[in-house]
């Protein structure tokens, strides 16, 4: 059998993360690959892809047989090869929460934790109910903005760097690092280049926060790195390396995500006339708007791990040092958890969505990047009429974690 | 889903409920009250208390999860048959 001379495609390649459907079209991806088994072997990633709810939580939840830790196991392949030509990038990625086991990630995000509790971050709401007016405010007058520049990158990035205490001057330098650090993280582009950038970034960012830690260290502020340095809970203290390392994991974490939650919401609203009439009839309804974009768009596709131990799920019998891929996306859209998973509707609750994930690991941020979000929608909702997305062919940046836009021009219409 | 059984010590006057449509089992809570919460089967966490504790150990525990899955309610010991 020949293939047509037409060009036209076929099904798209299900082994194939990074293919135009995977990307563009992950509902209609993902569906695929859960209908096809929900813990499916891939033989290109070389690992386990997990798409349904019940498989994606109790993976997140078995933190003692399914690692985080990135020095160790099948992941550990890139960074110990560049552990010579990159020696002090490595050695602040080893103390990032994320990427690391119990019981280094208790002493790492207890250290942190009440910084981010809701608790703690809703004293910030004054300042973010501020940045989000002065920030709406560049998006009247019914021209055709660059969400993404206007508002979706600023206000989080804004946010954070002020919550750790650095200085208003550097925003725009903090963005690039952390775009740069992002691309790594996230795993876009070649290893070489990834890991070249990822280490002028991560230098940079420490050069950026090293001489703030240590002013806080002589005077203390009211401020989140004055805060790291200052806690101890039971004798424990983090290292003056833990600390800059952990602001450099807030910085990104804490802006990229929240930056394409906000874009994301914009295209579902965008979507969803009839969403956008209730939110301006009920700000209140704010808070179950951004579970329900979380749950239908969220910002994190899939996050990895691997067994470092034999075990079970889905039926299949997984092996010590398999890779496993747990995507929160495809959880996030499992008929068999979500009545009529792909409609996009604010009321829905309960809405016990996994895109901060589960367990352990769980998005630190959370709090804050709800906070943000809730904010934002309630008061864009309160001031325009109306979301025209113009940006017709809707780009995702092609990376298998995050899920974010290339680009999103929006009109917004007053009221 | 609550447990709120006895408690233990100078503590028996509240209880705390989680709610299950929020927890994601963070954990936060058995290493603020350890002697306050358990997990559950699917790694959620009840408030079963089985050591000592306190009511500031349990406020604690509130203040501390991420996902404001955690009530502190008035503890009605053996009367609280109300299965709630």
């Known amino acids: 059998m020949t293939a047509t001379a037409t060009g036209e495609s076929t099904t798209p390649d299900l082994d194939d993360l990074l293919s135009e459907q995977a990307i563009n079209d992950p509902n209609t991806y993902f569906r695929r690959l859960r209908e096809a088994a929900p813990v499916r072997w891939n033989p290109r990633w070389h690992g386990w892809i997990v798409t349904s709810y019940t498989d994606v939580t109790a993976g997140f939840r078995d933190h003692r047989r399914l690692s985080s830790d990135r020095f160790r196991g099948p992941f550990a392949r890139d960074v110990t090869e560049s552990k010579n030509q990159y020696a002090e990038l490595i050695g602040f990625m080893s103390k990032w929460m994320f990427t690391t086991d119990r019981p280094y990630h208790t002493h790492l995000r207890s250290l942190v934790n009440t910084a981010f509790t809701p608790r703690s971050v809703e004293r910030l709401t004054p300042r973010i109910r501020e940045l989000v007016h002065t920030l709406a405010d560049s998006l009247r007058g019914g021209e055709v903005v660059n969400f993404m520049t206007k508002f979706a990158f600023t206000l989080p990035v804004i946010v954070i760097a002020e919550y750790l205490g650095l200085s208003p001057e550097t925003r725009q330098e903090v963005r690039a690092l952390s775009e740069d650090l992002g691309a790594l993280i996230f795993v876009q582009g070649s290893s070489a280049e990834r890991f070249a950038n990822g280490d002028r970034a991560m230098n940079g960012l420490i050069d950026l926060i090293r001489p703030v830690v240590r002013a806080r260290t002589r005077e203390p502020r009211d401020d989140l790195i004055s805060g790291m340095i200052h806690t101890g809970v039971d004798g424990d203290s983090f290292t003056e390396d833990e600390i800059i390392s952990n602001a450099v994991l807030m910085v990104f974490a804490g802006h990229e995500t929240t930056m394409n939650l906000l874009a994301n919401g914009i295209v579902a609203f965008g979507r969803s006339p009839g969403q956008w009439e209730m939110l301006k009839g009920d700000q209140g309804l704010a808070r179950t708007a951004v579970e329900e974009v979380l749950r239908i768009d969220g910002p994190i596709k899939a996050l990895a791990r691997w067994a470092s131990e034999p075990l079970e799920l889905g039926g299949q019998h997984i092996q010590a040092n398999d890779r496993v891929l747990l995507v929160q996306h495809a959880a996030n859209h499992d008929p068999a958890f979500f009545t009529d998973p792909d409609r996009f509707d604010i009321r829905r609750w309960p809405n016990k969505h996994v895109a901060f994930g589960s367990g352990i690991h769980t998005c630190l941020g959370a709090p804050l990047a709800r906070l943000e979000t809730q904010e934002a929608f309630a008061y864009l909702a309160r001031e325009f009429d109306s979301i025209e997305v113009v940006t017709s062919d809707l780009r995702y940046v092609s990376t298998v974690v995050s899920h974010g836009l290339t680009g999103l021009d929006v009109r917004f219409h007053a009221r | ?84």
């Open chain 2, 1 to 84: 889903m609550i447990g709120s059984s006895g408690s233990t010590g100078a503590s028996g006057r509240v209880a705390a409920r989680v709610d299950h449509d929020l927890c994601a089992g963070v954990t936060e809570c058995l290493r603020w009250a350890p002697g306050a919460f358990r997990l559950d089967e699917d790694g959620l966490s009840v408030f079963a208390p089985s050591g000592a504790w306190t009511p500031g150990q349990l406020m604690a525990a509130r203040d501390s999860c991420p996902m404001r899955a955690i009530t502190i309610v008035p503890d009605r010991g053996n009367d609280a048959a109300d299965g709630r």
